[in-house]
């Protein structure tokens, strides 16, 4: 896996974290009706989205991820280091200037498991 590839599957993962409702928002079966879920705690945070019958909207569900995750940030934050690494990668002949970039953009993602030592040095 390639910087590059590294830095795209990160981005992609933090675009699908705060963007992605869990299973369990729009249970058909829950005892409720439709559109509630059965759960209460946020499966990124922990938190417990308590309505007062354990339960959580899909519309609390989208609240809480932008008042407490950002969502709307996160996102922003995403696009621009998408074309950080876009511009970079089209600076080939300037490899050396560039190169930096990108790894100063992987080091939030230095404890993944892909993330690779040498890419600290370079």
């Excluded at 910087?3 to 249970?27: H, N, S």
């Excluded at 991820?65 to 074309?83: F, M, N, Q």
């Excluded at 300037?94 to 600290?120: M, S």
């Amino acid at each position: 896996m390639t910087l590059v590839e590294f830095l795209e599957a990160r981005i992609a993962e933090d675009e699908r974290e705060v963007d992605t409702a869990p299973d369990f928002i729009e249970d058909p079966d829950s005892a409720r009706s439709p559109g509630w879920g059965n759960r209460g705690d946020c499966p990124i945070c922990g938190h417990f989205m308590f309505d007062g019958n354990e339960s959580v909207t899909k519309e609390g569900w989208w609240d809480h991820v932008e008042t407490y995750h950002k969502r709307t940030r996160i996102l922003a934050e995403c696009e621009s280091k998408r074309a950080i690494v876009k511009w970079c990668t089209a600076q080939e002949a300037n490899a050396l200037e560039v190169g930096p970039i990108l790894v100063l953009l992987a080091l939030p993602y230095a404890t993944h498991p892909d993330y690779r030592a040498e890419w600290a040095t370079s």
